[in-house]
């Protein structure tokens, strides 16, 4: 009489589980859906492919002027892309869960902001495993087995801010770096930009990298540490900033100490207000990239894989540094844009 009674204890406990199971399922299901921005998903009624696209909210790359060569390749490949944006400061905890989201829904390919991290790797590898291709951004991961990488070369920018600070300073000067901060486990890719300076620094001897600080994406952090330099750093007369609003809060700590004039500032990006900042002088230079390019190009290498089984090469956008020569030319041709 006891044997029934285990095997009706067992059904039930299997019963459980199974109910808990497809519970599961349904909540990943709904939570994928749930978790799209619906304001960056690209919907074509004739489609072939469906992309999930992972981003870091908070990094300036994913402009406006990137999702529209998102939108433009994906409607010229027939693909739906669907955009799950995470805030920088939770993207680590959150991105692994939202791969494995995106496997469990068996989409066809992934874009991933990419971080130089081993979890990310690992998710990237078990993705291939189950032939979907990822294509990673922000970090290129070469050893990982990602199809292809898209975005900045920062040994480039690095050579760009290098020969920009030398004919300003005149090849003179004690230079400090504010980057972003570093989410990676190793520290190879901060390398190259300071390959690229320094590549151009050496050359000159009175001109150095003397300070190096990372710094969350934001204003008031970026206030802090120009704090920092200007009560700690006398010999400091040089800054390049990473980030747009990094830049805009160098600056302010400048403008609010009266120290304009004893500084070189190169910034990043071309936020109005930093063009702005060109035109008047307070800002030198800053680096601008091709956004849209890079939004195009990350299309691009997954519809070509999956149609051709090869990997395209890494892309690179166009770097340029818009100072006080080009800043008119530049700002009339992005009104003509914004017209068009």
Known sequence: MKKPKILIILSIISGLMLIVS????????????????????????????????????DDETYSESFY??????????????????????QYLKEVVDRMDMAMYAKVDGIILHAYNNQ???????????????VITLNENLPDSKR???????????????GKTIASITSGRGHIAIIDRLDYSFNKDDEGLLILGLNEVFNKYEDLALSLRRETVQ??????????????????????????????????????????????????????DEILQYI???????TIVTDNESVGVASIVAFHDYVTTGISKSDFFPSIMMIDKSNVDAYIRELEVDDEN
Do not use: W
Not at 123 to 133: F, R, T, V
Not at 147 to 161: D, E, K, P, Q, T
């Open 22 to 57: 497809l519970g599961i399922g349904l909540y990943t299901s709904n939570e994928i859906k749930n978790r799209t921005e619906s304001m960056n998903q690209i919907n074509n009624k004739n489609i072939d492919y469906h992309i999930m696209m992972i981003l870091n909210e």
């Open 68 to 89: 529209t060569g998102i939108r433009t390749a994906a409607s010229a490949n027939k693909i739906s892309v669907e955009t799950i944006l995470i805030g920088e400061d």
């Open 119 to 133: 979890e990310i790797i690992d998710k990237i590898n078990q993705a291939s495993e189950m032939d979907i291709p």
């Open 147 to 161: 199809i292809s990488f898209a975005g900045n070369n920062r040994y480039s920018i690095g050579l760009n801010v």
């Open 218 to 271: 934001g204003v008031l952090s970026a206030e802090t540490i120009a704090t920092e330099i200007l009560d700690e750093y006398p010999n400091i007369d040089g800054i390049y900033c990473a980030d747009s609003k990094s830049t805009l809060g160098i600056v302010q700590v400048l403008i609010d100490r009266n120290r304009v004039n004893d500084f070189t500032v190169i910034g990043f990006g071309d936020d």
């Open 279 to 285: 035109k008047g002088g307070v800002i030198k230079g």
